[in-house]
């Protein structure tokens, strides 16, 4: 099979697969991490070189409070594990999204973390955190237009390509391929720019439950689809 470069993946179900098994929603939270480990050494194993995972939205601080501390409280001990991954593993960590409301605890384990992780060969394992699309848009927007009032740049300069220096994900190629668990088919604010022509798959299969079997399927899935790009092949008709 054609391995995608690069695989996004929306982390859905954690709740509902706990509340399934009789347990509070946090317990889900924390399996959900754990298969996050084990998801990203089979990535690598398949040859995909860039995975970058939703883990904290900018609208999930709108849960209830408990939920938040518990996801905050499960963020500082990932950071920590995270750090022994990526040495046994050999990752490269970069996290995106707006880090400011965050903690200074947490803003300084995840620098450590990508400080420490930078000049790693492995997987390039992207987190989302505190992150929504919109926003990341509109802080680009900003520090560019903060670049033009001082004459660093002129507005008849700016394309696609300026504009995208000034994202989260610089430097970090477009997905291939989006993968969003437990059955909802929607991108909840999640790398709506760089998501253009990536191809998407949604699986019933809540997160905790996602196997690199799972993940197999929808590589195959991916390979099954014919990518375009807007253009057409040369033995088809316009």
């Keep these: 099979m ?21 347990m509070p929603r946090n317990y889900g939270h924390v399996q959900g991490s754990k298969n996050v480990e084990r998801i990203c050494e089979e990535a ?10 939703y883990a904290f939205s900018t609208e999930n601080w709108n849960r209830p409070k408990d939920e938040v501390d518990a996801l905050m409280k499960l963020l500082r001990n990932y950071m920590k594990t995270c750090l022994k991954t990526a040495a046994k593993n050999d990752m490269k960590i970069r996290v995106i999204g707006d880090l400011v409301r965050l903690d200074d605890d947490i803003r300084g384990r995840i620098a450590e973390l990508v400080e420490s992780t930078k000049d790693n060969k492995g997987l390039n394992f992207q987190i989302a955190i505190n992150y929504g699309s919109r926003d990341e848009m509109a802080r680009a927007a900003r520090r560019l237009a903060e670049d033009c009032v001082s004459g660093k740049i002129r507005p008849e300069e700016i394309d696609e390509t300026v504009f995208e220096r000034y994202l989260d994900t610089h430097d970090i190629p477009d997905p291939d391929l989006l993968i969003r668990t437990s059955g909802e088919q929607r991108l909840s604010n999640y790398l709506l ?4 022509y990536t191809e ?21 899935q991916y390979n099954a689809r014919d990518r375009r790009y807007g253009g057409v092949k040369e033995e088809q008709d316009v």
């Design 2 to 22: 054609k391995v995608p470069q690069h695989v996004a993946i929306i982390l859905d179900g954690n709740g509902r697969w706990a509340k399934s098994k009789g």
């Design 44 to 53: 690598y194993r398949m040859g995909i070189k860039y995975l970058t995972v």
């Design 193 to 196: 720019w760089q998501l253009a």
């Design 200 to 220: 998407f798959y949604f699986t019933d299969v809540l997160w905790p439950d996602f196997t690199k079997e799972e993940l197999v399927k929808a590589v195959a």
